[in-house]
């Protein structure tokens, strides 16, 4: 096919700190598995010209940033396809230019065998609009008890394991799991929340909540767990990766840890850098999430971790719910909320804002998750996958939860005013979305 060459575009790089007005010239091919990277980047930069047979897209006012690399996204697929599918969440990633997102395990069945790993590569691959991974269940069944074979899910195509939303109780089998997992470099995923703390909570534990009239989940709740996990990261030399931080105090044990040396990272969800717990008003279940949207000093705190790189990674915590489940008494709804087309306004509105620069919110969705998984995406340079999202990123625009592509339709950040659409996302090169 005949090349694309992009002109005229801000082009943004985190990887190289690139912030510069030029073209980028990509080959056009399609991903054909899980192992093909289709088409690639053949030129970048100022100098980039178009040759005579390419297809020409003037990105004037237009911004070029590396397609985004979500680690967490829970669908339906396979067994509650109600919920999510890949052709679904697909469509919404390409939406929201995020063009390789990692699936969590808790399905039904759970990705716990190699059979299933193949399973999810094979239909990501033929119904997906993106790049879609699987990640593999640490225990058995998602249980706890149980050690899941490590080894040979990596080795079938898992790019990390997870329990998902169920924390590991048993110190001894978590330090099993991440000794083990060290001896293949394994990337090991764990949500830090102590399950008797958090018992029968349903937003942040404080003043609001005791307004409110409902229980709480405190910080310590977490903070216990980050502490426990790190030591145990340390002791066996595993790479664990803290799902989904929430709270200010677990930052300052994983900046000791890091300055110990520990193969230690974190990740934190887009809402908790945007949204606080104020959110819930008058018991909108739309902001019921988890782990819950936690103070204004938690939120900030938590920006600055990601800015300073002490956070490495921001996700989407895209887990769908359907409206019976979200509709319902606050206590009685369901965690959870769509956000695979947030993840990109929601950190680009931390640059417009002031309190972040733009390529530091840009590299904690781009070149670090790649460089965790050790994926060649991520990142504008000649030779990389031609994965890229080209972006109006001071379009204003109120969203509206009405026209989000996945199948769940209920989102925090419903009404509100946002900036940055996606114009054209292109995976390996070929378009797989773009505005009418």
């Known amino acids: 096919m005949r090349p694309l060459f992009i002109a005229n575009a801000r082009l943004l790089d985190p990887a190289t700190r690139l912030d510069a007005t030029g073209g980028v010239l990509v080959e056009r091919a399609a991903p054909r598995g899980p192992d093909d990277p289709g088409g690639h980047i053949l030129a970048i930069g100022p100098g980039a010209t178009a040759p005579a047979d390419a297809e020409v897209f003037d990105a004037a006012g237009l911004a070029v940033l590396p397609g985004l690399v979500d680690l967490r996204v829970v669908t339906g697929e396979p067994g509650a396809e109600h919920k999510e599918t890949f052709k679904s969440a697909g469509r919404?990633?390409?939406?929201?230019?995020?063009?390789?997102?990692?699936?969590?395990?808790?399905?039904?069945?759970?990705?716990?065998?190699?059979?299933?790993?193949?399973?999810?590569?094979?239909?990501?691959?033929?119904?997906?609009?993106?790049?879609i991974l699987p990640a593999a269940a640490l225990t058995k069944g998602l249980a706890g008890t149980a050690m899941s074979e490590i080894g040979l899910l990596a080795e079938a195509g898992a790019v990390l394991f997870s329990n998902g939303d169920a924390p590991i109780t048993d110190s001894r089998l978590l330090r099993r799991a991440l000794a083990y997992a060290s001896t293949f470099d394994a990337l090991v995923a764990h949500r830090?929340?102590?399950?008797?703390?958090?018992?029968?909570?349903?937003?942040?534990?404080?003043?609001?909540?005791?307004?409110?009239?409902?229980?709480?989940?405190?910080?310590?709740?977490?903070?216990?767990?980050?502490?426990?996990?790190?030591?145990?990261?340390?002791?066996?030399?595993?790479r664990l990766l803290l799902d989904m931080l929430s709270a200010a105090r677990s930052l300052e044990p994983l900046a000791r840890a890091k300055a110990r040396g520990v193969r230690a990272h974190a990740s934190v969800s887009v809402h908790h850098l945007t949204l606080?717990?104020?959110?819930?008003?008058?018991?909108?279940?739309?902001?019921?999430?988890?782990?819950?949207?936690?103070?204004?000093?938690?939120?900030?705190?938590?920006?600055?971790?990601?800015?300073?790189?002490?956070?490495?990674?921001?996700?989407?915590?895209?887990?769908?719910?359907?409206?019976?489940?979200?509709?319902?008494?606050?206590?009685?709804?369901?965690?959870?909320?769509?956000?695979?087309?947030?993840?990109?306004?929601?950190?680009?509105s931390l640059a417009h804002s002031g309190e972040a620069e733009l390529l530091d919110m840009l590299a904690a969705v781009t070149v670090r998750p790649a460089d965790l998984l050790?994926?060649?995406?991520g990142r504008l340079a000649i030779g990389a996958p031609a994965d890229i999202a080209i972006v109006d990123l001071g379009a204003p625009f109120r969203f509206d939860v009405a026209a989000l592509r996945s199948k769940s339709r209920n989102s925090p950040f419903d009404g509100k005013l946002l900036q940055g659409r996606v114009v054209r996302t292109l995976v390996g090169g070929e378009t797989a979305f773009e505005t009418a």
């Open 374 to 377: 050790g994926l060649p995406q």
């Open 276 to 348: 606080n717990e104020l959110e819930i008003g008058d018991y909108r279940t739309f902001a019921k999430l988890a782990p819950p949207l936690r103070s204004e000093e938690d939120r900030r705190a938590l920006v600055e971790a990601v800015a300073s790189g002490l956070i490495d990674v921001v996700v989407s915590g895209h887990d769908p719910r359907p409206a019976e489940d979200k509709r319902l008494p606050f206590d009685e709804a369901a965690f959870g909320a769509a956000a695979l087309e947030t993840l990109l306004p929601g950190v680009l």
């Open 192 to 238: 830090p929340e102590d399950p008797w703390l958090a018992a029968g909570g349903c937003m942040n534990e404080g003043e609001f909540a005791g307004r409110l009239g409902l229980p709480g989940i405190p910080a310590a709740a977490e903070s216990i767990m980050v502490e426990r996990d790190l030591t145990l990261a340390e002791l066996t030399r595993g």
């Open 92 to 131: 919404a990633a390409a939406a929201g230019g995020v063009t390789t997102l990692v699936v969590m395990p808790n399905t039904q069945p759970v990705i716990d065998d190699v059979s299933l790993v193949d399973l999810v590569m094979r239909r990501a691959t033929a119904r997906g609009h993106v790049r």
